[in-house]
């Protein structure tokens, strides 16, 4: 089943915990954070105490994406606000591996995450520490921008290596994620959807009347596969 993770960078600030708890019961699966330091990306957003604030109000995944220079400085402050699985960008990580298996000794999932323009070789050497991979469909920074549509063949590469690699691995897609990009991301093996303002955060519908949308309409996608398998 499609995982559904709305991106709280994309919510109103000023409703953040009521925005939470809306989502919670709307039945999302995971909520995901963008951090970001104004170095790795040109901007800044979230941190360990928002999380911190929010984590008591829903029990779904925390799920932190580490935009950040020096990723493996913060694990232990991520990992102790509340996060359940950590992804940091391989472009930042000078000490990929090692970095992902601290993330695993805390007892979290360990992501890597790669900017579109990023080969998938760098994985070639980690693929017994991680346990998914954000594949950037937009380069990271912004809301709003437009879908790369290059990332579609990485996203069918990235699902062959992984199954070459006899491993359980997910592969998450975050990046304008809209209804006209989600069959096409999901056909060629993606499994974690980070909605933003694409199909979730939208100004003419409700938090609830948007999720139930989406989750009809991946509903209806599984059920349409099924029928042609």
């Given at each position: 089943m499609t995982a559904i993770g709305p991106s709280l960078m994309c919510a109103d600030m000023g409703t953040l915990q009521n925005t939470v708890k809306r989502l919670d019961e709307a039945n999302v699966d995971f909520f995901h954070f963008d951090i970001m330091d104004g170095k790795f990306v040109p901007n800044f957003t979230m941190g360990p105490d928002m999380i911190k604030s929010l984590r008591a109000h829903t029990n779904k995944l925390f799920d932190a994406h580490l935009m950040i220079e020096e990723p493996e400085r913060y694990i232990d402050l991520f990992a102790d606000a509340g996060c359940d699985m950590i992804s940091v960008h391989a472009e930042a990580?000078?000490?990929?591996?090692?970095?992902?298996?601290?993330?695993?000794?805390?007892?979290?999932?360990?992501?890597?995450?790669?900017?579109?323009?990023?080969?998938?070789?760098?994985?070639?050497?980690?693929?017994?520490?991680?346990?998914?991979?954000?594949?950037?469909?937009?380069?990271?920074?912004?809301?709003?921008?437009?879908?790369?549509?290059?990332?579609?063949?990485?996203?069918?590469?990235?699902?062959?290596?992984?199954?070459?690699?006899g491993r359980n691995i997910d592969?998450?897609?975050?990046?304008?994620?809209?209804?006209?990009?989600?069959?096409?991301?999901?056909?060629?093996?993606?499994?974690?959807?980070?909605?933003?303002?694409?199909?979730?955060?939208?100004?003419?519908?409700s938090l609830e009347h948007a999720t139930s949308n989406l989750r009809h309409f991946l509903q209806g996608l599984e059920e349409k596969n099924l029928a042609n398998s």
């Amino acid at each position: 089943m499609t995982a559904i993770g709305p991106s709280l960078m994309c919510a109103d600030m000023g409703t953040l915990q009521n925005t939470v708890k809306r989502l919670d019961e709307a039945n999302v699966d995971f909520f995901h954070f963008d951090i970001m330091d104004g170095k790795f990306v040109p901007n800044f957003t979230m941190g360990p105490d928002m999380i911190k604030s929010l984590r008591a109000h829903t029990n779904k995944l925390f799920d932190a994406h580490l935009m950040i220079e020096e990723p493996e400085r913060y694990i232990d402050l991520f990992a102790d606000a509340g996060c359940d699985m950590i992804s940091v960008h391989a472009e930042a990580a000078t000490h990929l591996q090692r970095t992902l298996q601290k993330i695993k000794n805390r007892g979290l999932r360990a992501g890597v995450a790669l900017n579109p323009a990023t080969p998938l070789n760098c994985l070639e050497y980690v693929w017994d520490t991680v346990d998914y991979i954000v594949l950037m469909t937009v380069n990271p920074g912004f809301a709003g921008q437009k879908f790369i549509p290059m990332t579609l063949k990485k996203i069918t590469l990235l699902k062959n290596l992984i199954e070459d690699s006899g491993r359980n691995i997910d592969i998450q897609v975050d990046g304008n994620i809209s209804y006209e990009v989600i069959p096409q991301v999901l056909e060629r093996g993606a499994e974690m959807l980070v909605c933003g303002t694409s199909c979730l955060f939208r100004k003419e519908e409700s938090l609830e009347h948007a999720t139930s949308n989406l989750r009809h309409f991946l509903q209806g996608l599984e059920e349409k596969n099924l029928a042609n398998s």
